[in-house]
C-alpha cells in the first residue's frame, strides 16, 4: 500500500527572515518532503501544507486522503485554528499517523493529545548533539547509525513535560551535559504518534543523511496498519457500548 504523506510546516521563519530561507530555500516542508521522496521512493506520496493555506492545508478532504502527516511548527502555534486542531486530532484518533518534530512539542495538536505541557529546557548556542538509540530493535531506529552526530543544534534539556511513552528510542547528549529524550512514541485511539526534536530552523538539520532516515522510517512505522478508508470510517462522536445498552 502506498502511504499518503504530508508534511505541515507553519512557513514563517522562511517567509520573513532571509537567513533561514537562505538554510531551506524551499522551505523545512520542502526539505522533509525531498528527504522522504528520496528515502522511500515508490512507498509514498508527499504532499506540503503551510499555516498560510486555506484552512492551513488541512481540510477535511485533505486529512480524510492522508496516512501520516508530519508537523512543525515554532512560532505560530497560536494562529492555527482551534477547529482545525480538532479536525487533526479526530483523524489521529481514527488511525492517521502523527510526526511532530522539534518545537512542534508546544503545537496545540501535541499538547491536546498527551494532555500535558510539553514544556523543556532550551538553549541555542549551536552545541554539537548526540542523537543515541536506546531501543536499537524499534523498526523508527532500524539501520541508524549509533549515535547520529549533529554538529549545531539547539539543546533541548529535561525535565521535558510529557506522559510515559510507550517506547523511548532516542535520548539526545549535548556539550553542557544536558540529556533529552528526543524520539519518542505515543498511542492514541487508533493512531501512532512519533516526537522526533533535532531540526531547529537556524541549521541544516533536515538534510543529515541519518535524520532522513529517522523520518522515513517514522513514517514507514506511524502508517496505520489497516487501510486509511476503513481506520478513517470511525464516526466523529461514536458510543456503540451506549448505543447497545440503550437498544436492549
Known amino acids: 500500500m502506498t502511504i499518503r504523506v504530508l508534511v505541515w510546516n507553519e512557513g514563517v521563519h522562511e517567509s520573513t ?99 500535558t505541557t510539553c514544556s523543556l529546557k532550551w538553549r541555542n548556542e549551536a552545541e554539537r548533539e548526540l542523537v543515541w538509540t536506546v ?27 510529557i506522559p510515559t511513552p510507550d517506547d523511548l528510542v532516542f535520548i539526545s547528549s549535548f556539550a553542557g551535559g544536558e540529556v533529552f529524550r528526543s524520539g519518542v512514541t505515543f498511542s492514541r485511539g487508533h493512531g501512532r504518534i512519533f516526537y522526533f526534536s533535532p531540526g531547529d530552523q537556524e541549521y541544516p538539520v533536515y538534510f543529515h543523511p541519518q535524520i532522513r532516515k529517522v523520518l522515513a522510517n517514522g513514517v514507514r512505522w506511524a502508517a496505520p496498519v489497516a487501510p486509511a478508508a476503513a481506520a478513517r470510517s470511525i464516526p466523529a462522536v461514536d458510543n456503540p457500548a451506549r448505543e447497545w445498552y440503550l437498544s436492549h
Do not use: C, N
Not at 48 to 72: I, K, Q, S
Not at 139 to 157: D, F, L, R, S, T
Open 17 to 115: 527572515q532571509p537567513a533561514i530561507a537562505e538554510i531551506y530555500p524551499s522551505g523545512i516542508h520542502g526539505a522533509i518532503a525531498d528527504g522522504l521522496t528520496e528515502a522511500l521512493g515508490d512507498e509514498v506520496i508527499v504532499r506540503t501544507a503551510t499555516l498560510a493555506d486555506p484552512e492551513h492545508g488541512l481540510t477535511e478532504e485533505v486529512l480524510a486522503a492522508t496516512d501520516v502527516l508530519l508537523w512543525w511548527g515554532h512560532i505560530a502555534h497560536d494562529q492555527v485554528d482551534d477547529e482545525v486542531v480538532a479536525r487533526v486530532q479526530r483523524h489521529v484518533l481514527s488511525g492517521m499517523g502523527l510526526l511532530v518534530l522539534h518545537s512542534g512539542h508546544f503545537s496545540k495538536i501535541f499538547t491536546r493529545l498527551l494532555g
Open 135 to 161: 531501543a536499537p530493535t524499534h523498526p523508527i531506529a532500524e539501520g541508524i547509525e549509533h549515535p547520529i552526530v549533529i554538529e549545531h543544534q539547539e539543546m533541548y534539556g529535561e525535565l521535558f513535560d
